[in-house]
């Protein structure tokens, strides 16, 4: 996985140079350089690989995962929305460079994303790149991660049930993290057999992301997460931990981690193992 | 321009119906269906005929189009940004919905733009697809409206010389436009020179457009533009009136508007007349 970062970090750094206008450029690098996991390049890469796919086939698919990730980072921690002051252990990036310029920052990533898919990705058929663009689409906007956060702000201060708890989570990060492998696969050249299989492996990871994020917000401080801690707690929010429990919180977590693996079982276990890995260091990470 | 601007509103109330999360869908519907002009479909569409393509071809790209062109309205006017509370003769998106759902039903316009042309765009090759993907990212992000945007933001209450100011109008107002011709001329099955006459027409009618812009600004009523009027004087915006005098500005957008339709000089005139009358319609309109 550290190799992996490295080789997206690198295409990352190359995707998007500094260049005129400065201040837009070091903005959207600022945040896009920060050193994430690269978790959903990782999963995009080690998909496309599973399949029969050379990784160079899903690196700009890749790169767009980590491009969209990074944009509603951006925008979550505005002011209007989170308003959070720290993200991956540094000021975010309005506190750096202004509101305005971190929407527009944002807005240029998310742009990016798509192009750099249409643009960069090679050796793979166009009608499969369309299929790239229409599943990131869909996992990105009003049906996916922008669906999530409006009803994520809507439900703050406000005691909602486990369906709702379950809508913000599938579609404010599992959405992505299910493109991710989604994305990986096409690239690749899987069947449609082969898809389906991955995709609900990539749903059961995607949701026990998000429960082990409320789980970590509750049990690490600040600066192991490299964010604002007992954030939730804060603005009053419902988390797994505050509907079912720690305990039975992990439980469920596990539980999809678990199965998240059996979807793996048809696969040949060599080959299957970055994903079987990526699975346990989404199901055991601590921040 | 009435019958296309009909078709065009249909499309895009087909495109983005309305769903939960409700408040998502209706921000978005909000400022997509207020009734603009629709010139950017408008020339899509034109410009797919022009090069002898079914109008269906072009629809998605056009419908795109005005996905951006109204992200980029609803970002812009934002308290951070431009902070106008009028556009269209009606109050801003984040007046009515707040600033957080007016930021993501941006970035949900954004991202759908991407996706409905992958999606919706059929009897185009793959390939073309693609082009038009590129085409209109280049357009909306770090190189195009986003750097626009920037630069005009980072240019208020300083005085800039003519080559900034043409940056910010190529970028923040043409480069949509000419995406909107070109991506038009792309899908329609348009060969490169065709094309790249095309983009020689778009960048003219693109420029004068802004110019025509900042005109208006000066010499017309908040009512008679359905936003707020003398806006540049207002922050000290340097602008093609300010540098050159109103006269001189309307001399600088009948030229480009002349040499736009020179390059119209080698195609059948009767086909010719809609790309003809719309660069005449931006170099005379009234609001």
């Given amino acids: 996985m550290v190799d992996r970062a490295k080789m997206v970090n690198k295409a990352l750094d190359e995707a998007v140079p500094q260049k005129y206008p400065d201040t837009l450029y070091e903005s959207m690098r ?27 086939a899903a690196l700009p698919a890749a790169c767009a995962m980590e491009m969209v990730h990074t944009m509603s980072l951006i925008h979550d921690d505005l002011p209007s929305m989170d308003n959070d002051d720290f993200r991956r252990g540094r000021p975010t990036n309005h506190k750096v460079y202004g509101e305005d310029i971190a929407i527009l920052s944002g807005d240029a990533l998310l742009t990016f994303a798509f192009e750099h898919i249409a643009r960069a990705t090679k050796g793979v058929s166009a009608d499969r ?28 201060n406000k005691s909602v049930g486990l369906d709702v708890l379950k809508y913000i989570h599938i579609h404010k990060t599992a959405a992505l993290l299910e493109a991710s492998v989604v994305c990986g696969a096409i690239a690749g050249g899987a069947d ?34 490299g964010k604002t801690a007992a954030k939730d707690l804060a603005v009053n929010k419902t988390t797994y931990p505050k509907l079912l429990g720690l305990e039975k919180s992990k439980e469920v977590a596990d539980q999809l981690i678990l199965e998240a693996i059996q979807q793996l079982d048809g696969f040949d276990a060599a080959k299957a193992a970055p994903l079987v890995a990526l699975a346990k260091y989404i199901g055991y990470r601590q921040n």
């Fill in 30 to 56: 600022y945040s896009l350089l920060a050193g994430g996991k690269r978790v959903r390049p990782a999963l995009c890469l080690a998909a496309c690989e599973l399949v029969g796919g050379d990784v160079t």
């Fill in 129 to 156: 790149v369309l299929r790239v663009i229409i599943e990131l689409g869909r996992a990105s906007g009003a049906e996916g991660l922008v669906a999530g956060q409006v009803v994520d702000i809507q439900s703050e």
């Fill in 192 to 225: 449609e057999a082969t898809i389906e299989k991955l995709r609900k492996y990539s749903r059961n990871i995607g949701l026990a992301f998000q429960v082990i994020d409320d789980i970590l917000d509750v049990t690490q401080t600040t600066e192991q997460l």
